[in-house]
């Protein structure tokens, strides 16, 4: 499809306007160094890199670290690029963190480290140097684009959707459409409005095709179409014509939604967590090294545990209890036995006292917990064995808590979403205050980490849930 801004060779024009950018703040910091430079109330001298191996490899870096942070902000989005202030603010954000991560690489790789002239100077020509570029393809699509070199769009089956959509195009011109025109019943609409150009009815497919230059069709209501589709598809296989359909869920908030082949046969995929294959495979390759990392050097921490839960109470150390993990998987999670032996045989003599409203049962001093098992639930140290359940594969470092298989069976349908990620040993709730929250928050909080999970959301999740095991809030 010939989009004007969307397409590749727009990303890859920001990647040469940036490597001019990085060169023309290079020839800047070069031509005034050694003298001090201030920026804001900060004073420093200015210096270059001298090696031409270090030069090529900025050179190399730089428009990886920029392909990623300009991808993240909506820079192609014609209603930001309407927007004078929205396209600045969204460029300078782009910067900003391209500026950081640039110097969290050079500074970790400790190959070269740019000056601070460098990078200010670089990253002050880039922001506006792209502003500039995006605010005159802007001017340039809907001042100077010909007709003729348009995408020409018709649309079959009247509905409200359709509607705004033709009247999205009319409006952002630069978006590289022109609408042909529309086929369909009015009776489809409730209030058709005066500028929709119908060209004909369904049976007239066909003969409006032929009569008309034509680039793509997209299918509207196509259940309503049912009985015309397969000739529809046919007349534009033939013809050579691009074929989209909008499906009649479109309303419903799919995070992500992938098409591909299995045996032949093509598979379109709604999927409701999200799907970041490159930042979840990072996230498996890190719970796995840092649990590791973690198990090592707890190792002497595991031994006193051991030696204290044996002289508290008879039973064994580890206390193994069925959760279930991704999709319902059940698995058996591991943990620091804080109760007594036959701890689970006593809790339904224990419902009344329950203080959690749904499907979870938690309560105060609980007669069931040992005296060191008050100690290790108070630090939550008696969760320290699930980093094996991490190394197993069966548990993430952050992700909602696994539940059990009867908790499960009383949940309502669209509390299940919550299984619909590798659960963890710590989330959200965790740091919230875990018990002391009631069971509708808890899935609301997990649900809105699903919605919203990122490589640094974690992060921020693994460090907040320090202080909160330390002051032991919500611990039971």
Not at 390 to 419: C, I, N, T
Not at 446 to 458: E, G, Q, R, T
Request: net charge positive.
């Amino acid at each position: 499809m010939k989009d004007l801004l969307p397409q590749i060779s727009y990303r890859v024009t920001d990647q040469v306007i940036t490597l001019v950018s990085f060169l023309l703040g290079y020839f800047l910091a070069a031509s005034l160094e050694g003298q001090f430079f201030v920026f804001w109330i900060w004073k420093f001298k200015i210096g270059v890199p001298h090696s031409l191996s270090e030069f090529v490899f900025i050179l190399m870096v730089l428009p990886i670290i920029w392909w990623v942070v300009l991808g993240r902000e909506p820079l192609y989005d014609p209603i930001v690029l309407r927007n004078p202030k929205a396209l600045l603010w969204s460029l300078v954000k782009s910067n900003l963190t391209g500026g950081i991560a640039l110097a969290g690489f050079f500074f970790l790789s400790k190959f070269y480290f740019p000056s601070r002239a460098q990078i200010i100077f670089f990253l002050i020509i880039n922001t506006f140097a792209l502003y500039g570029e995006k605010r005159l393809i802007v001017y340039w699509g809907s001042k100077h684009k010909k007709e003729k070199s348009l995408q020409r769009i018709l649309m079959v089956g009247l509905d409200v959707e359709m509607v705004r959509m033709a009247e999205y195009i009319k409006k952002y011109p630069e978006m590289g459409y022109t609408l042909v025109g529309c086929l369909g019943d009015y009776t489809d609409l409730e209030k058709p409005p005066s500028s929709l150009k119908v060209l004909g009815s369904l049976p007239e497919f066909e003969k409006v095709v032929k009569e008309n230059p034509v680039d793509e069709i997209i299918l509207f209501s196509f259940r309503k179409l049912w009985a015309n589709l397969t000739h529809i598809l046919q007349v534009c296989q033939d013809m050579g014509i691009r074929v989209t359909m909008v499906p009649q869920w479109s309303n419903l908030q799919f995070s992500d939604i992938s098409f591909r082949r299995l045996a032949g046969v093509p598979l379109i995929s709604f999927l409701g967590p999200p799907r970041k294959d490159i930042s979840l495979f990072i996230k498996a390759i890190s719970d796995f090294l840092i649990a590791l990392a973690a198990l090592i050097l707890s190792a002497p921490l595991f031994l006193l545990i051991t030696l204290l839960i044996k002289a508290d109470s008879k039973g064994p150390v580890f206390f193994r209890q069925q959760r279930c993990g991704l999709h319902g998987r059940v698995f058996p999670l591991i943990k620091f036995r804080s109760m007594v032996q036959d701890a689970e045989t006593m809790q339904d003599s224990l419902k009344a006292f329950n203080e959690m409203s749904g499907p979870v049962f938690k309560m105060k001093a609980d007669p069931r917990v040992t005296r060191v098992g008050y100690w290790l639930r108070k630090t939550s140290l008696d969760e320290l064995p699930q980093l094996i359940n991490v190394l197993k594969g069966d548990l993430s470092l952050v992700g909602p808590r696994p539940p059990l298989p009867a908790e499960v069976a009383q949940y309502e349908r669209w509390q299940r979403r919550r299984l619909s990620v590798k659960p963890g040993i710590t989330c959200t709730w965790q740091i919230s205050g875990r018990n002391d929250i009631n069971f509708e928050e808890w899935i609301q909080l997990d649900l809105h980490y699903i919605d919203h999970w990122s490589l640094l959301l974690d992060f921020k999740i693994l460090i907040r849930t320090i202080p909160a095991v330390l002051s032991g809030r919500g611990a039971r």
